[in-house]
């Protein structure tokens, strides 16, 4: 299912044109599937911003035809992530990804929220993983999870209450996204083994090319990756959990050249706060492309592939060097 929805996923590809934009991306995502409910199913809109505000709003067919949905609107408190007001409801969500909660950005947020008139108010938190706040600060008034809008999401279609082929179409992508994000899951399935065996295969085909290069690898891993540094880490290659069918090499502790995206030609470069240089050049190998048609491959073929692959990047990313000499 994750290897189907990446390459099918309309989202998973523009999201590679928003790096290090996750956050906003995803609350994009999700605020124009909420307008696009709201204008084309309504019912199915009612019942997922019912669930959004845990029951507390009981929003009309009327009130949800004439919803504003809003991202990143400009308060004196802040800017909330997405703002839903009707004629009588005023509700502010707060998505997070990864990150937390700035400093009194619920408190700032309720502050907002009790000088408007709206007779209906709702506060809302929307996060990935669990938050437990000290009693001490401003909670909200709902606290949920992407995982459970995928599970909202998944049972209007399993139910047939959306009736539009457009509207499954993106419903299905969001929760496609999502899954190949890791945010929400499927059941584990018997899958898991041969996929750890793959796995386990890819980074041991890396692990053999890099020797083969007279390299002395060196292993990394997260809770998002696996790879390899090389070259005292001025590269990486491996394998990102999020996109499982694509091997990345990059540059890390190298300082790149300005022209760098130019003279390699291929690949792209990238700004990263997290490498020590501040910008990546970086190269793919997708394994489930028309081109490759990699897992159709013998074994001696694949690791050529492999081999073939770390040999182009490295020779490329050696030419991409700045030059320092005053």
């Given at each position: 299912?994750?290897?189907?929805?990446?390459?099918?996923?309309?989202?998973?590809?523009?999201?590679?044109?928003?790096?290090?934009?996750?956050?906003?991306?995803?609350?994009?995502?999700?605020?124009?599937?909420?307008?696009?409910?709201?204008?084309?199913?309504?019912?199915?809109?009612?019942?997922?911003?019912?669930?959004?505000?845990?029951?507390?709003?009981?929003?009309?067919?009327?009130?949800?035809?004439?919803?504003?949905?809003?991202?990143?609107?400009?308060?004196?408190?802040?800017?909330?992530?997405?703002?839903?007001?009707?004629?009588?409801?005023?509700?502010?969500?707060?998505?997070?990804?990864?990150?937390?909660?700035?400093?009194?950005?619920?408190?700032?947020?309720?502050?907002?929220?009790?000088?408007?008139?709206?007779?209906?108010?709702?506060?809302?938190?929307?996060?990935?993983?669990?938050?437990t706040l000290p009693p001490s600060e401003e909670q909200?008034?709902?606290?949920?999870?992407?995982?459970?809008?995928?599970?909202?999401?998944?049972?209007?279609?399993?139910?047939?209450?959306?009736?539009?082929?457009?509207?499954?179409?993106?419903?299905?992508?969001?929760?496609?996204?999502?899954?190949?994000?890791?945010?929400?899951?499927?059941?584990?399935?018997?899958?898991?083994?041969?996929?750890?065996?793959?796995?386990?295969?890819?980074?041991?085909?890396?692990?053999?090319?890099?020797?083969?290069?007279?390299?002395?690898?060196?292993?990394?891993?997260?809770?998002?990756?696996?790879?390899?540094?090389?070259?005292?880490?001025?590269?990486?290659?491996?394998?990102?959990?999020?996109?499982?069918?694509?091997?990345?090499?990059?540059?890390?502790?190298?300082?790149?050249?300005?022209?760098?995206?130019?003279?390699?030609?291929?690949?792209?470069?990238?700004?990263?706060?997290?490498?020590?240089?501040?910008?990546?050049?970086?190269?793919?190998?997708?394994?489930?492309?028309?081109?490759?048609?990699?897992?159709?491959?013998?074994?001696?073929?694949?690791?050529?592939?492999?081999?073939?692959?770390?040999?182009?990047?490295?020779?490329?990313?050696?030419?991409?060097?700045?030059?320092?000499?005053?």
């Amino acid at each position: 299912m994750a290897n189907d929805a990446q390459q099918n996923n309309l989202l998973v590809h523009l999201h590679k044109w928003a790096y290090r934009q996750d956050e906003n991306f995803l609350t994009d995502a999700f605020a124009h599937l909420l307008r696009h409910l709201r204008d084309n199913e309504p019912d199915v809109a009612r019942q997922v911003l019912c669930q959004l505000t845990g029951g507390r709003l009981n929003f009309t067919r009327l009130a949800i035809g004439n919803a504003a949905i809003t991202t990143q609107v400009t308060t004196e408190q802040g800017r909330p992530d997405i703002e839903i007001q009707t004629t009588d409801c005023l509700v502010y969500v707060e998505a997070k990804k990864e990150s937390g909660l700035g400093d009194g950005q619920l408190s700032r947020y309720r502050q907002e929220l009790d000088k408007r008139t709206s007779d209906h108010k709702c506060l809302v938190l929307l996060t990935r993983y669990p938050v437990t706040l000290p009693p001490s600060e401003e909670q909200p008034d709902v606290f949920c999870r992407w995982y459970e809008v995928a599970a909202w999401l998944e049972r209007e279609c399993t139910n047939g209450s959306i009736k539009e082929q457009t509207s499954v179409y993106l419903v299905t992508q969001f929760i496609g996204f999502l899954k190949v994000k890791g945010i929400t899951m499927d059941k584990a399935g018997w899958e898991l083994v041969a996929g750890v065996r793959s796995l386990r295969a890819i980074l041991t085909m890396l692990e053999e090319a890099i020797t083969a290069q007279k390299r002395q690898p060196c292993r990394t891993h997260g809770w998002g990756w696996m790879g390899y540094y090389l070259d005292e880490k001025a590269f990486y290659v491996g394998v990102h959990f999020d996109r499982p069918g694509v091997v990345s090499f990059m540059t890390w502790g190298m300082r790149l050249a300005q022209d760098a995206a130019k003279k390699a030609g291929f690949g792209k470069v990238v700004p990263d706060s997290t490498s020590p240089t501040g910008i990546l050049w970086w190269y793919e190998l997708d394994l489930e492309s028309e081109e490759v048609h990699f897992f159709a491959l013998p074994r001696e073929k694949q690791m050529q592939c492999i081999e073939e692959f770390l040999r182009t990047s490295l020779n490329v990313a050696r030419t991409l060097k700045a030059d320092i000499t005053p």
